[in-house]
């Protein structure tokens, strides 16, 4: 029986059907979309903070609106994947709860500070950027739920990255202290956002399975390339140097060639060694806990509503 | 039927009522005729392939879910428009109103620079 069932389940990705929330699924492919998904969800909730850090110290009304507008959308994506995971069977407060312990990664990237301004446009290029790469890739996972959220998610991204990118510019084209500070974010944001894509495929836990069962479509390896190539002309273009001496176009291979990634330094953010590790796990308990009497009052509310209904 | 509503309707608005009212009046005194009242509305929703979202597809009355279900493959999906049907009581759903539309979209419909046709990058970068 089980075996007939796994059988229909393969079949299904074999013919690049989509996997609904009840259908089949072999219990490895379900905890593995869980892993995924709410992990994909935390990146979003834990990215609002280094970016909200700025939101009030925003050179201009303008920038403003427009840092509150991206920073407004990643609580919304985060809020599309916390629900793509509950169908799964998980609940929300699991969820958080794993994030909360440690139990559950995020993206490492959020682990880095936004330092100056220019952070913030570098974050909106590179990182969404980054982001955008591995999410189009994504918008063909077999999970019907994931891939539809992703359809969504890149629809709403592009101004995110877009967004970034024009404030570089500007940046890039000002004077010599707004060059610095532009390049300087480059510095600092350009390797992390090559290790988002995660370690080499040959060390990756997951990747396997997951291409396998077709949760992802496309390797690290591939998809750290594709984004690589694509930002290469944008750096070039915006006058600054790049961050990666040995980033060189291969004719023969048709891609750009790149230095190595600083692995120790991926690992040892990942193992919470980064700069803001603690403090962004903290802010996330502090911010829920602070809620707390709001989700009471929702709850005494609702309960009175249908007290009153009810005599 | 067609002919008799639409006369219908032009008598009532002769008597210098809204076609709105008049046909409210109509739908009200068709429940009455029909005897449905037993029966609950139920709107259906079908997805035609699969890894697609459900698409609302209309409504019918059925006595239970369960009934409303297979009414909704006989009526929606005789030439294999779905591959999943969702019923859901039409009493459940709570809508927006589209005369309050105005003022209940209002927030988003200032705020331009959400969209990417906001920022214009240079050619070179364009493709971004």
Known sequence: MSEDLEAKFLRKIEGEEKIEPKDW???????NLIR?????AHSEVIGMQPEGNWITRAPSLRRKAVLLAKVQDEGGHGLYLYSATETLGISRDEMIHALQTGEAKYASIFNYPAQTWADVGAIGWLVDGAAIVNQVSLQRTS???YA??????CKEESFHQRQGYELMLVLARGSDDQKALAQDALNRFYWPSLMMFGPHDAESAHTAKSMQWKIKRQSNDELRQKFIDQTAPQIDFLGLDHPDPECKWNEERGHYDNGEIDWDEFYDVINGNGHCNRQRIEHHVRAHREGEWVRAAMQTYEARKKKAKAA | MGACRNADLRSQKEKGQSGLAA???????G????KSDSLELYEVFL??????DHKHVGSLHAEDPEQALEYARDVYTRRGEGVSIWVVRSNDICASQEDDSESFFDPSNDKPYRLATYY???DEVNNM
């Open chain 1, 25 to 31: 699924m072999p219990d490895g492919y379900c905890k």
């Open chain 1, 36 to 40: 995924q998904i709410s992990q994909h």
């Open chain 1, 143 to 145: 999970y019907g739920p």
């Open chain 1, 148 to 153: 539809r959220g992703m359809v969504r998610i």
């Open chain 2, 23 to 29: 046909f409210t009046q109509y739908a009200i005194q």
């Open chain 2, 31 to 34: 429940t009455d005729m029909s």
């Open chain 2, 47 to 52: 997805r035609s392939r699969r890894g697609l």
């Open chain 2, 120 to 122: 214009q990058l240079p």
